[in-house]
C-alpha cells in the first residue's frame, strides 16, 4: 500500500505563494488521478484540484486562476503551487491518490482521519 506524505505548508501573508509537496512510498507515475484536497477548520474536507495519468486537470472554481497542480513521476510527488493566497485558502491540505478508475483510493474518501497534512494559514 503506497503511503502519502504531505510537506510545504506554511504561514504567509495574503498575496503570497507556497508549493505543496506530496511524496508517495511507491511508484505513482501510472496513478490514474493524484488529487490535493484541504479541510478548514469547522468545515467539511473539500477536493482543491486533480490530475490525471493523460496530464488533464481540474480545478475548483475559487483556486482556478492561482494554483497549479502537477506531478513528478520519476519522484513519485504531486505538488500544488499556489500562488496570490488568500486568508480562505488557510487550510490542512491532503493529497489522495487512485490507482486506476476502478480500484481504491489511497486514503477511503469516508474516512475522517487522513493523517496529518500540511496546515496553510494566510495571514490578511
Known amino acids: 500500500q503506497v503511503q502519502l506524505v504531505e510537506s510545504g505548508g506554511g504561514l504567509v501573508q495574503t498575496g503570497g505563494s507556497l508549493r505543496l509537496s506530496c511524496a508517495a512510498s511507491g511508484s505513482i507515475s501510472t496513478f490514474n488521478v493524484m488529487a490535493w484536497y484541504r479541510q478548514a477548520p469547522g468545515k467539511q474536507r473539500e477536493l482543491v484540484a486533480r490530475?490525471?495519468?493523460?496530464?488533464?486537470?481540474d480545478y475548483r472554481d475559487s483556486v482556478k486562476t492561482r494554483f497549479t497542480i502537477s506531478r513528478d513521476g520519476a519522484k513519485n510527488t504531486v505538488y500544488l503551487q499556489m500562488g496570490n493566497l488568500k486568508p480562505e485558502d488557510t487550510a490542512v491540505y491532503y493529497c489522495?491518490?487512485?490507482?486506476?478508475?476502478?480500484?481504491?483510493?489511497?486514503?477511503?474518501?469516508?474516512?475522517?482521519?487522513w493523517g496529518q497534512g500540511t496546515r496553510v494559514s494566510v495571514s490578511s
Open positions: 490530475i490525471y495519468d493523460s496530464g488533464e486537470t
Open positions: 489522495n491518490g487512485r490507482p486506476t478508475r476502478s480500484s481504491s483510493w489511497v486514503r477511503p474518501p469516508n474516512d475522517d482521519s
